[in-house]
Every structure is written in C-alpha cells, then in structure tokens.
C-alpha cells in the first residue's frame, strides 16, 4: 500500500495556503514530517500535508521525476460499450483537466490491508476539453460523428481510490508490485457547462439548439454523464499514475527509520 501513497502524495492538490512564498521554499519531505504510519492521526496528518502542496503541480518536482499536474494531459482516452445492434466506441483525443491547483482534498484513508488508498477531492470549477470521435450503432441506426468538445464542471466532488496489490510467486514470495488501478467515482456537481461541436452531423442550427437543451437541462443527463466520466477518467488516470508516479521514491519522504517501525 505504501508504494500507492507515493504517487498519491503528488497527485493530489489544494487550495493556496498562507504565507505561499515561504512554503515554496520548504523541502518536500518537511510537509510530511509529522506523519508516522500506524498512529491514529497518520491520514488526517496526510490529508493536511497534501493540501499545502498545490504550488507544485503547475510545474511539477523536477527532483522526485515528477511532471506537471494542472493542466494534466491524455493522448487518447477509448471507450467501448454493447454489442450487435446496439454497441458505441467512444475515443477522446488530446485532453486536457485543469483545476487542480484550486482542488482541496476533504478525506483521505489509507488502507495497508487492502493495499488501497481512497480519497475524496472537491474543485470550485474543473475544465476538460480536447476532440472526440463516436462511432457505433443505435437499433441498426449507424452514427459516425467527430468533433471538438469542452465540459466545465461547478462545485464538484470526487472520489479517488488508488490500488496496488504484490505479486507473488507460487510459494507466496513476493515478487514485483502490480501496475497501480486507479477507480473515479464523481459524488456530485453544483453545476455544468457542456459544449459538443458537430453533435449532429454539422446541422448548426439545430446544435444550437440542442446545446442549450443540454445546459438548461443538465441534471438528468449528468447522472448518465457521471458514468462516463468515471470510466474514462479512471482509464486516464491509471495510465498518469502508472506513467508518472510508479518509481516515486517514498522514502525520501518517510524516511526508513519511520517506515521499520510499523
């Protein structure tokens, strides 16, 4: 479970804290010094540290390989859905999330049984944007769009759960730790903008049209989006952690001596 919290420790960010400047200059492992694992304040004193840290996403701890976090990037994002008569393929393209610098972390609990670590995260306002192409088949009806879109979610919240379980040989050794799985579960969002270019084959007036259908109406349709949202942004995310965070060195921020005495 520790190796998850390596990555987690810089994948998360929060609103600025007081007296920025001074902080900045602040060595990465005295934001977590007080956190000893196995003490029953170890997840609130983590939760505390993570949300001091929100200066270094834009640009990222170019001294940990750590790259830039807010806006974070994903080259290609593909879901699949049904089958015969009634199946879609949906692919995003070059997306971008911002946000997350104004992002603040309200749970977090660490759970070394389970090798899992689950936290919740609440942005004032999150931006995506980036292209999509949709192919598939609707009751024998054919639908082939592409376009550009961009989606501004208002007071949302979000749980992340992060899971990275050992592998073991047949003697039960261990043997390598497992890719890090990374699931999304949107709790709620106060509000929505969403915004979809050739939605239905170009005919521009009747998306404008539509568009705003969508935005007046946002609520139902957003319990369907949250699905999507959640499948996509854990596909992302599990690829960013996997990317960006599986050789974090968590002992540079838990010393040894710390980690031997749990």
Not at 27 to 54: E, H, T
Not at 77 to 96: A, E, F, N, P
Not at 204 to 230: K, Q
Request: glycine letters at 8%.
């Amino acid at each position: 479970m520790w190796s998850v919290l390596g990555g987690v420790l810089l994948a998360v960010v929060a609103l600025p804290a007081p007296g920025r400047a001074q902080d900045e200059q602040r060595p990465l492992p005295d934001y977590f010094k007080s956190c000893i694992r196995g003490q029953p304040d170890f997840d609130r004193c983590v939760m505390d540290a993570l949300n001091q840290l929100n200066h270094l996403f834009p640009t990222g701890v170019p001294e940990y390989n750590v790259p830039p976090f807010d806006p974070f990037f994903a080259k290609e994002i593909i879901q699949k859905r049904g089958s015969g008569s009634l199946h879609y393929k949906l692919t995003l393209r070059d997306v971008t999330e911002s946000g997350w610098t104004r992002s603040k972390v309200i749970k977090f609990k660490s759970d070394p049984r389970n090798y899992r670590i689950r936290y919740t995260q609440w942005w004032p306002e999150k931006y995506l944007a980036g292209e999509y192409e949709f192919d598939g088949n609707m009751i024998q009806l054919p639908i082939d769009n592409k376009g550009q879109f961009n989606l501004t979610l208002y007071n949302f919240t979000q749980t992340t759960t992060v899971t990275r379980r050992p592998v073991l040989d047949n003697a039960g050794v261990f043997v390598r730790w497992a890719p890090m799985k990374v699931q999304i579960n949107v709790l709620n969002s106060g509000d929505m903008a969403l915004h979809i270019s050739h939605l239905l084959g170009g005919r521009v007036i009747m998306e404008n049209i539509l568009d705003r259908i969508i935005n007046a109406a946002w609520r139902p349709g957003f319990l369907v989006l949250r699905s999507t949202i959640n499948d996509l942004v854990g596909t992302a995310f599990t690829k960013i952690f996997n990317d960006g965070f599986v050789g974090f060195d968590l002992d540079r921020i838990l010393p040894p001596a710390v980690q031997n005495a749990v």
